[in-house]
């Protein structure tokens, strides 16, 4: 690295490009399993209370299923995520509960789209495409 | 009191912050545990919608200790910078250069976000002791 050279990393720019994608087919799986996870925890919600007022136990039962099983999807693709962008605890810790409180998912991924996510495919597209050095005369 | 490197490596463990988030996990895992238990008592007595959480509060409790594990593991041995960081010469926050004598107003846009993302990432590293901000 102080060199200066782009040799010695031990990264082909194909195995980077490869790197580049799963990062990209990571990210929008977090994000879709990210906005349906929180949808379905809405509809939940929604149940849940109306359950106060008509006494339909089944209704809610079933989006529960449904909503665990969802979660523990979510579980793997963002810790997967958050593995490959390299986050720290905390953050980490908060996009995994997110799935688990109403909204937040949408909040959260917001805030970790904006402060990690952008950013590193930002790096990751200077990175795979750099700039190609001037030839010598 | 010094011990052996090899003891060394291993103290961070017992720094009051990383006790902190042992006690923390060892707790998650005892109340999963416990919901999980409770749920099997509620499937035996003939809720059949509580077998899927009597399997589920468990796999959240593995993947807790899964969870932990991993910090520590990235604790002792923190984690490579993926490709493209270290290409762009993460931990340093350095800027890539593409070869000698490139001039410096050549950055497009997405170069000058990334550069204010490492040097951002930098910042919290340093402010917070090492990869995972748990020291």
Redesign the interface.
Known sequence: ?AG?T?SG?G?TPD??AK??RR?RLNVVLYRVMAYVTGVVLIVLCVLAIMQAFVNDEAAV?VV??IH??LY?VY?LVA?SLC????L???P?VAV?LAGTIPVMTFIVERWISHR?I???L???????N?????PRS | MSGSPEASRWRFLITPKWLAWHALVILIVVGMGWLGYWQLRRAEAGNA?SW??TF?WP?FAI?TVV?WV??VRDEIHP?A?????????LP?G?R???????PDG?E????I??N???ARLAK??RG?GR????R
């Open positions: 690295m200066g782009v990393s990264h195995e980077r790197e580049v990062v039962s529960g299923q665990g099983g523990i579980l810790f593995r490959r962008l390299r720290p605890t905390w980490t995994l990690y952008d950013p590193a930002a790096g990751a597209t200077a990175a795979a750099p700039p190609v050095p001037e | 919608l899927a959480y589920e796999l993947f969870f991993k910090t984690p910078p993926t490709s493209w960081q270290e290409e762009a010469g340093a350095a890539q250069r593409g070869g000698a004598g490139e050549e497009d846009g997405d170069l976000a990334y204010a993302y490492l919290e590293v917070h990869w995972h901000g748990l």
